[in-house]
Protein backbone atom coordinates (compact mmCIF):
# COMPACT_ATOMS: atom_id res chain seq x y z
CA UNK A 1 0.00 0.00 0.00
CA UNK A 2 2.83 2.57 0.71
CA UNK A 3 4.92 1.77 -2.10
CA UNK A 4 1.71 1.88 -4.48
CA UNK A 5 0.98 5.47 -2.50
CA UNK A 6 4.77 6.44 -3.53
CA UNK A 7 4.54 5.18 -7.06
CA UNK A 8 1.08 7.11 -7.73
CA UNK A 9 2.53 10.61 -5.98
CA UNK A 10 5.27 10.07 -8.53
CA UNK A 11 3.45 9.80 -11.47
CA UNK A 12 1.38 12.71 -10.33
CA UNK A 13 3.58 15.07 -10.06
CA UNK A 14 5.59 13.84 -13.01
CA UNK A 15 2.48 14.22 -15.15
CA UNK A 16 1.75 18.17 -13.66
CA UNK A 17 5.46 18.71 -14.76
CA UNK A 18 5.04 17.20 -18.34
CA UNK A 19 2.03 19.30 -18.34
CA UNK A 20 3.68 22.42 -17.68
CA UNK A 21 6.86 21.64 -20.15
CA UNK A 22 3.86 22.56 -22.98
CA UNK A 23 4.60 26.08 -22.26
CA UNK A 24 7.44 28.30 -24.16
CA UNK A 25 10.83 28.11 -22.46
CA UNK A 26 13.24 30.95 -21.63
CA UNK A 27 15.22 32.19 -24.60
CA UNK A 28 18.77 33.96 -24.95
CA UNK A 29 18.74 37.77 -24.18
CA UNK A 30 15.19 37.47 -21.92
CA UNK A 31 14.78 38.95 -18.79
CA UNK A 32 12.96 36.47 -16.04
CA UNK A 33 11.61 35.80 -13.10
CA UNK A 34 11.62 33.04 -11.01
CA UNK A 35 8.99 33.29 -8.08
CA UNK A 36 9.60 30.65 -5.40
CA UNK A 37 6.50 30.22 -3.10
CA UNK A 38 6.95 30.04 0.69
CA UNK A 39 5.39 27.08 2.45
CA UNK A 40 4.52 27.26 6.05
CA UNK A 41 7.53 27.97 8.11
CA UNK A 42 7.55 27.43 12.42
CA UNK A 43 11.14 27.60 12.97
CA UNK A 44 13.58 30.01 12.15
CA UNK A 45 15.46 28.14 9.39
CA UNK A 46 13.95 26.85 5.90
CA UNK A 47 11.95 23.24 6.66
CA UNK A 48 12.18 20.31 3.94
CA UNK A 49 9.30 22.13 1.75
CA UNK A 50 11.19 25.28 1.81
CA UNK A 51 14.14 23.75 0.42
CA UNK A 52 12.95 21.87 -2.14
CA UNK A 53 11.03 24.62 -3.54
CA UNK A 54 13.97 27.11 -3.07
CA UNK A 55 16.10 24.40 -4.92
CA UNK A 56 13.79 23.97 -7.75
CA UNK A 57 14.28 27.74 -8.10
CA UNK A 58 18.03 28.02 -8.27
CA UNK A 59 17.54 25.07 -10.77
CA UNK A 60 15.22 26.65 -13.10
CA UNK A 61 17.36 30.10 -12.72
CA UNK A 62 20.68 28.17 -13.76
CA UNK A 63 19.16 26.70 -16.58
CA UNK A 64 17.44 30.08 -17.88
CA UNK A 65 21.08 31.25 -17.64
CA UNK A 66 22.23 28.41 -20.13
CA UNK A 67 19.50 29.61 -22.29
CA UNK A 68 21.04 32.88 -22.61
CA UNK A 69 18.81 34.70 -20.45
CA UNK A 70 18.78 36.80 -17.21
CA UNK A 71 17.35 35.92 -14.09
CA UNK A 72 16.07 37.57 -11.00
CA UNK A 73 14.46 35.02 -8.22
CA UNK A 74 11.75 36.49 -6.30
CA UNK A 75 10.87 34.58 -2.86
CA UNK A 76 7.71 34.94 -1.70
CA UNK A 77 5.99 34.76 1.36
CA UNK A 78 4.89 36.38 4.95
CA UNK A 79 5.46 35.01 8.46
CA UNK A 80 1.95 32.74 8.48
CA UNK A 81 3.23 30.00 10.96
CA UNK A 82 6.08 31.67 12.16
CA UNK A 83 8.44 34.67 13.46
CA UNK A 84 10.12 35.05 9.92
CA UNK A 85 8.37 36.02 6.75
CA UNK A 86 8.97 32.81 4.44
CA UNK A 87 10.77 34.75 2.12
CA UNK A 88 13.71 35.92 4.08
CA UNK A 89 14.02 31.88 4.82
CA UNK A 90 14.10 31.30 1.40
CA UNK A 91 16.47 33.91 0.42
CA UNK A 92 18.84 32.49 3.19
CA UNK A 93 18.82 29.47 1.99
CA UNK A 94 19.25 30.23 -2.29
CA UNK A 95 21.94 32.69 -0.93
CA UNK A 96 23.88 30.65 1.40
CA UNK A 97 23.51 27.02 0.82
CA UNK A 98 22.13 27.21 -3.12
CA UNK A 99 24.94 30.01 -3.84
CA UNK A 100 23.17 31.70 -6.08
CA UNK A 101 24.48 35.18 -7.17
CA UNK A 102 22.42 36.49 -9.45
CA UNK A 103 19.28 39.28 -8.39
CA UNK A 104 17.70 38.11 -5.60
CA UNK A 105 14.48 39.83 -4.11
CA UNK A 106 12.16 39.06 -1.20
CA UNK A 107 7.95 39.87 -0.78
CA UNK A 108 7.10 39.40 2.23
CA UNK A 109 3.66 40.29 2.97
CA UNK A 110 1.95 36.82 1.73
CA UNK A 111 -0.23 34.53 3.58
CA UNK A 112 -1.71 32.44 0.61
CA UNK A 113 -0.98 31.89 -3.13
CA UNK A 114 -3.26 33.94 -4.24
CA UNK A 115 -1.30 36.89 -2.24
CA UNK A 116 1.74 35.40 -3.16
CA UNK A 117 0.91 36.32 -6.98
CA UNK A 118 -0.85 39.29 -6.30
CA UNK A 119 2.02 40.43 -4.43
CA UNK A 120 4.81 39.93 -6.68
CA UNK A 121 3.00 41.00 -9.70
CA UNK A 122 4.78 44.67 -9.41
CA UNK A 123 8.09 42.80 -9.14
CA UNK A 124 7.57 40.59 -12.03
CA UNK A 125 5.65 42.37 -14.40
CA UNK A 126 8.37 43.89 -16.35
CA UNK A 127 9.95 40.51 -16.78
CA UNK A 128 10.10 38.78 -20.32
CA UNK A 129 8.97 35.88 -18.74
CA UNK A 130 7.91 33.98 -15.26
CA UNK A 131 8.35 30.90 -13.16
CA UNK A 132 6.65 29.29 -10.09
CA UNK A 133 8.74 27.58 -8.30
CA UNK A 134 7.03 24.65 -6.12
CA UNK A 135 5.98 21.50 -6.80
CA UNK A 136 4.06 20.94 -10.42
CA UNK A 137 0.82 20.92 -8.71
CA UNK A 138 1.19 24.01 -6.53
CA UNK A 139 2.95 25.94 -9.48
CA UNK A 140 -0.18 24.80 -11.81
CA UNK A 141 -2.75 26.95 -8.99
CA UNK A 142 -0.85 29.96 -9.27
CA UNK A 143 -0.25 30.02 -13.03
CA UNK A 144 -4.25 30.11 -12.82
CA UNK A 145 -4.07 32.96 -10.56
CA UNK A 146 -1.79 34.90 -12.57
CA UNK A 147 -4.34 34.44 -15.24
CA UNK A 148 -6.75 35.33 -12.96
CA UNK A 149 -5.27 38.77 -11.96
CA UNK A 150 -3.22 39.68 -14.70
CA UNK A 151 -4.37 37.89 -18.18
CA UNK A 152 -2.18 40.03 -20.39
CA UNK A 153 1.35 38.33 -18.03
CA UNK A 154 -0.18 34.77 -18.99
CA UNK A 155 1.87 34.05 -21.75
CA UNK A 156 4.93 35.17 -20.18
CA UNK A 157 4.55 32.22 -17.95
CA UNK A 158 7.35 28.61 -18.43
CA UNK A 159 7.85 25.84 -16.60
CA UNK A 160 9.97 25.39 -13.89
CA UNK A 161 12.14 22.75 -13.62
CA UNK A 162 10.01 21.23 -10.67
CA UNK A 163 10.52 17.78 -11.15
CA UNK A 164 12.88 14.95 -10.30
CA UNK A 165 12.37 11.20 -9.80
CA UNK A 166 13.37 10.72 -5.85
CA UNK A 167 13.25 13.97 -4.61
CA UNK A 168 10.75 14.67 -1.70
CA UNK A 169 9.34 10.94 -2.03
CA UNK A 170 7.76 10.63 0.71
CA UNK A 171 6.26 13.82 0.56
CA UNK A 172 4.65 13.70 -3.18
CA UNK A 173 1.34 11.34 -2.39
CA UNK A 174 0.36 14.27 0.27
CA UNK A 175 0.97 16.84 -1.88
CA UNK A 176 -0.44 14.94 -4.82
CA UNK A 177 -4.10 14.58 -3.17
CA UNK A 178 -4.10 18.03 -1.62
CA UNK A 179 -2.68 19.99 -5.11
CA UNK A 180 -5.37 17.48 -7.31
CA UNK A 181 -8.34 18.72 -4.48
CA UNK A 182 -7.15 22.52 -4.96
CA UNK A 183 -6.83 22.32 -8.56
CA UNK A 184 -10.37 20.82 -9.12
CA UNK A 185 -11.75 23.18 -6.62
CA UNK A 186 -10.04 26.12 -8.88
CA UNK A 187 -10.77 24.72 -12.00
CA UNK A 188 -14.77 24.42 -10.62
CA UNK A 189 -15.12 27.87 -9.64
CA UNK A 190 -13.86 28.91 -13.27
CA UNK A 191 -16.33 26.37 -14.59
CA UNK A 192 -19.12 27.93 -12.25
CA UNK A 193 -18.54 31.35 -13.17
CA UNK A 194 -17.89 32.44 -9.21
Known amino acids: MLVAALIWGEWVHCSASRTARRLPSPTAGSRGAVVPLGFGNRAG ?13 VRTARQAEEFGATVTIICSGGAVHGPQPEA ?15 PIQVERDSSSTWENVRNVLPLIEQSDWIAFASNGLHAAKARVYLARQRPNLAGRLVPADDYRLGEMTWMKPLFAAVGLAKLRAVFHVERSGD
Open 45 to 57: RPNAVNRWRARIA
Open 88 to 102: VLLRRYIVGRLRWRG
